[in-house]
């Protein structure tokens, strides 16, 4: 067999008349292809890790349960079960591993346009197999697929598209384990706490599943219902998520991943106590009280415990939905060859949703000190009446007054295109680079001003060229000296600009961005 040359590639043979495009399209497909097995290979050896620490816990409850100590029967049922769920889920990461692995070597005796679309048929089906396992096994497994999927940055498009799903799909728990929950921990039977209690979920989530009940006052209300065993699930799923962390350094920019970790681990834990999410919910529910356009539904503490959590009912349809249906109105109409007065009203109703989504969580972060966490769209409803409405506190971030002024100060400075502010707020807040130098917050500055960039009044959404562009110069500034440290706070701060960052960009809304922020600024200028 003939020997590859030094030109060739997995993707084909390069020649010296390769076109830039060539090249670039060439790193693009080994950029892919690197991100997906990066991402198989460090979720593979952790839950191999997982496993093996799994398995000796289990060898000494089996060792115990022999001398017969007391309690120790449950405990080698779940190590067992444990260690069946970890076992299952290497065997669907090592299927995908080998799959990559195998493609390397196809790749070499393919042209380039077909080890293309090879690749891409590769990336689905490891996205479906990894969607698949992580909607199955549930717990902290699911809650890395749903981070993932919000990382289009990082991940193939076929990974972002099939973990999407995971963000309001989980698989649902049995109708008699809902009712066992429930009935053990308000210590009344279902009949006699509700007079009517729906069986079919209203959605159901890694940690829990909301049920529509009524009252016998006539009452309609949420009820969420905590998955059985997920706490012990959790701890084995954390240690997965920071070990994923670690072995995904060498492909993240450089920065405070403990932090990081520690910041997203802290929140899930959280998540598991629903007597906290339910002050949570009334505290911003209370703040958000009267803000036109704005709900969010109250609990029933007298129907609540640590793990069932009982709200107002609000009837409306996950944001996305809508959205895409206003979308797709607006290019039907401006496709047709009528007047337009259509499209307008659709996107009149785009944009006001959207600057109400904006305003919520601004008003949360920046006027309270008080937020919302996980703005995922399944977490985010919008009524006929276009009325945004938040669910689920589980995951909320409370921050200290000197930390709320800082992040005040910073986005003030980003309305003013104020450079400067923006840098030493930044380093007001916490953050700190490995020199002591401000030249990467100053970048990092310059990086957030663009998201309030206008262009006559409204705001210039950047194209995906342009942000990957960006993300390349500051990642080079993080490179030459990085952010060492990072505040706790600031990891939830980026997880909801994040997301409501990647709507706003699919969307493209007519918005004056800096006219939406600086009333929030004023008032929240006016509380301190």
């Known amino acids: 067999m003939q020997a590859t040359s030094p030109a060739s590639s997995p993707f084909g043979t390069a020649t010296s008349r390769d076109s830039r495009d060539s090249r670039e399209a060439r790193a693009s497909l080994l950029d892919s292809m690197r991100a997906a097995m990066l991402l198989v290979d460090a979720l593979l050896r952790a839950v191999e890790d997982a496993a093996w620490s799994v398995r000796e816990a289990t060898a000494k409850v ?53 080890a293309a679309r090879s690749l891409e048929k590769l990336h ?11 909607a199955k096994h549930g717990g902290g497994v699911l809650k890395v697929g749903q981070m993932l999927s919000a990382r289009p940055d990082l991940m193939p498009k076929a990974f972002v598209d099939e973990l999407s799903v995971l963000q309001d799909a989980a698989p649902p728990i049995d109708f008699a384990e809902v009712r066992r929950v429930v009935e053990h921990e308000l210590e009344a039977t279902l009949e006699e706490a509700f007079t009517h209690f729906d069986e079919a979920p209203l959605a159901a989530a890694s940690i829990g599943q909301v049920h529509r009940a009524t009252l016998a006052d006539g009452r309609e209300v949420a009820v969420k219902v905590q998955r059985p065993g997920i706490d012990r699930l959790i701890g084995h799923d954390l240690m997965l998520l920071r070990l994923c962390l670690d072995a995904l ?7 405070d991943h403990v932090a990081i970790a520690e910041a997203v681990s802290a929140a899930i834990v959280r998540e598991l106590d629903y007597r906290e999410e339910a002050g949570h919910a009334a505290a911003v529910a209370s703040f958000l009280r009267g803000t036109e356009g704005i ?38 109409e401006d496709a047709g060859a009528g007047g337009d007065s259509g499209a307008e009203v659709a996107r009149a109703r785009r944009d006001r949703i959207l600057a109400r989504l904006l305003e919520a969580w601004l008003r949360q972060i920046l006027e309270f000190g008080h937020f919302q966490a996980d703005p995922h769209p399944g977490n985010v409803l919008v009524t ?19 930390a709320r002024r800082a992040y005040l100060s910073l986005v003030q400075a980003a309305v003013v295109r104020d450079e400067n502010g923006m840098t030493e707020a930044l380093a007001a807040a916490g953050f700190r680079t490995r020199s002591g130098k401000p030249d990467t917050l100053h970048r990092f500055a310059i990086s957030l001003i663009g998201s309030f960039a206008r262009d006559g009044g409204e705001a210039a959404w950047p194209t995906t060229e342009q942000l990957v562009a960006d993300a390349h110069t500051l990642m080079a500034a993080m490179n030459d000296d990085p952010v060492t440290t ?33 009333p929030i600024v004023l008032a929240a200028f006016a509380t301190d």
């Open 124 to 134: 689905q089906k490891s996205a479906r197999l990894l969607r698949d396992a992580a």
């Open 62 to 114: 089996a060792s115990d349960f022999a001398t017969g100590a007391a309690g120790t029967k449950n405990e080698l049922r779940d190590a067992g079960q444990r260690l069946a769920r970890l076992t299952a889920l290497s065997a669907t990461l090592s299927r995908i591993v080998a799959g990559y692995r195998l493609h390397t070597t196809k790749a070499a005796f393919m042209s380039r346009a077909g």
């Open 384 to 402: 006929d009446d276009d009325v945004v409405v938040l669910l689920d506190f589980g995951c909320t971030q409370v921050l200290e007054p000197k």
């Open 486 to 518: 990072l505040p706790a706070d600031f990891v939830m701060i980026a997880r909801v600009l994040g997301t409501l960052g990647g709507l706003f960009i699919r969307y493209r809304p007519r918005i004056d961005v800096a006219a939406c922020v600086l």
């Open 249 to 255: 350094a060498s492909m993240l920019p450089p920065i």
């Open 295 to 332: 709900d969010v539904p109250e609990p029933l503490f007298a129907l609540s415990t640590g793990h069932v959590l009982t709200t107002r009912f609000v009837a409306g349809t996950k944001i996305t939905t809508v959205l895409d249906a206003l979308d797709a109105r607006i290019e039907q």
